[in-house]
């Protein structure tokens, strides 16, 4: 990842000023998290051949403490918080290898990442997703690929929420249409509570 | 909300679906006139009765397949393109 890239809600970037909220409805950009896509023919042997277990399609494994999103038979996404070196090792023999090895998906440029967390979170996505998201029906290992404010989004547990990967442009409008559906989050009858 | 079974993603609103149309065979390059391709390009079947055509899930973008009555939209079944049971 280059130390000079400027995401959108950095200063410079296209979504500068757009307030990312704190409080009930939590919501953190972790776009500059190190991630890495591969997709196409290829992919998954590729993977395969270095020893990584693949996952069924829309489940999630793991890689040597990353993420491991098995998004299609083909598309395979990475995902590393903190230090990213196991990432960066693959990275780099994926770009070394002349053989099949499937595509780049450019999932560190073309996606945002988003961190939906705080006490109101789940109210928060039953107003911004159609998908029954109850911990009994969507649970840490499985994915939705789906839209979450109407925008084409794939969307995963995190710790205490929800991580949202979606088109990096849509990044202040999907920070903004989760401020328009908090006001709403905050009185839902407590008898709803605990179900979610 | 219109429900749209996806084969690799489930039941989904049928807002996440674009549609691409009917399977149809293609033509023979060396075979064909110039009235067949332009039949073939610009004209739309349009008939009644039970067809299987491709749709794609937008989220995902995964293409498959569903067998639709064009009478009633209803959609009888949905299967991936490789499923060798799909077609028959």
Redesign the interface.
């Known amino acids: 990842m280059e130390a000079t890239a400027t995401y959108p809600f950095m200063a410079g970037g296209a979504a500068e000023g757009t307030t990312l909220q704190a409080g009930a409805v939590a919501l953190a950009d972790l776009t500059a998290c190190p991630r890495f896509g591969l997709k196409g023919g290829g992919s998954a042997a590729w993977l395969k051949s270095r020893g990584i277990s693949l996952p069924d399609?829309?489940r999630i494994g793991a890689y040597r403490g990353m993420r491991l999103l098995r998004?299609?038979n083909e598309?395979i996404l990475l995902l590393a918080e903190g230090g990213g070196e196991a990432l960066a090792g693959l990275r780099e023999a994926w770009v070394r290898d002349s053989g099949a090895k499937g595509y780049s998906s450019w999932r560190e440029e073309g996606w945002a990442w988003l961190r939906l967390s705080g006490l109101r979170a789940p109210q928060a996505m039953q107003r911004l997703c159609?998908?029954d998201l109850r911990a009994d029906k969507f649970g840490v290992e499985d994915i939705?690929?789906?839209?979450v404010a109407q925008v084409?989004?794939?969307l995963v547990r995190a710790p205490a929420g929800f991580d949202v990967l979606f088109d990096v442009t849509a990044s202040a409008y999907f920070a903004r249409a989760v401020a328009a559906v908090t006001p709403y989050c905050q009185d839902l009858p407590t008898e709803t509570e605990g179900n979610i | 909300?219109k429900i749209l079974t996806c084969p690799?993603?489930g039941d989904?609103?049928i807002?996440?679906f674009q549609s691409f149309g009917p399977v149809r065979a293609g033509l023979d390059p060396d075979r064909t006139a110039d009235a067949e391709w332009a039949r073939h390009l610009f004209r739309a079947e349009n008939r009644k009765g039970v067809v299987i055509e491709w749709w794609r899930?937008?989220?995902?973008?995964?293409y498959f397949l569903a067998e639709r009555d064009l009478v009633s939209n209803e959609i009888i079944r949905t299967f991936d393109s490789s499923d060798p049971q799909g077609r028959t």
């Open positions: 399609i829309n998004l299609g598309d159609a998908l939705a690929q789906t839209r084409e989004a794939v | 909300m690799m993603n989904r609103n807002d996440e899930h937008v989220p995902s973008n995964y």
